[in-house]
């Protein structure tokens, strides 16, 4: 006697009843138990059987193989193959490319230096002449805006930087070693300080030296960009202006 059970019902494979059987409905919807006595010990038995039948087939439509062409046959010849094989949906990634952004329109922007932290504000315009403050960034790619700064004599450092921050130079000969101030060099070449500043916070090398061409320095509140039509450059950091 071979014996098969299931959540559901207890089939008997050898055993047929041999009496009249009495047929109830359970709580579940389309399921009947029938219950027979069976010539084993007497004991009747419930077996179910179910009257909606699973449907497991299954449709799966495959439409990798499309043809995408925007050009009929007879006039593909006077076209790009490019053109003539339609969009290439399997590799619409886009990347920026440099040659996209060489001649494009770059945003100009203006900021006064007066009374901002050195380096708060050189991290400021790094980012703007970097692109970083876009969507599209690209580390490879010179997608940055122009900044001009005015009032660079105007900077402020904080602590004892003033007296106590050495720039140092060398002109290539023995001996040659310059060490000068924070605060001489502000009254001797400000612009230098602020390009000081940004040119660190630049990559080293053909990109950067690019990047760097960005940064307009003057000193006082006048540049001779008025035809670029600058506008106010955004500043999120709110210590960025010293605190007297």
Known sequence: MATLCTPTCVIFSSL????????FKTLNTGTTISSSTTPFLGFSVASAKSTSPLNTKRSFKVRCCQNLSLVPDNQRWMFEQSEVNGP????????PK???????????????????????????IAIHIRGKNLATYTPSVDMGAYVIVVNAEKVAVSGKKRTQKIYRRHSGRPGGMKEET?????????ERI??????????????????????????????PHEAQQPIELPIRDKRIQKQR
């Open 88 to 95: 290439d949906i399997w590799n619409n990634t886009w990347y």
């Open 98 to 124: 440099a040659a996209d952004h060489r001649h494009s329109d770059k945003t100009w922007y203006v900021v006064d230096a007066t009374d901002k932290i050195l380096g708060r504000l050189a991290s400021t």
């Open 16 to 23: 047929q009843s041999s009496s009249s059987s009495s047929s």
């Open 182 to 190: 924070f605060d001489q060099l502000q009254h001797r070449i400000p």
């Open 194 to 223: 602020i390009e000081h500043a940004v040119r660190g916070m630049l990559p080293k090398g053909r990109l950067g030296r690019e990047l760097f061409t960005h940064l307009k320095v003057y000193k006082g509140p006048n540049h």
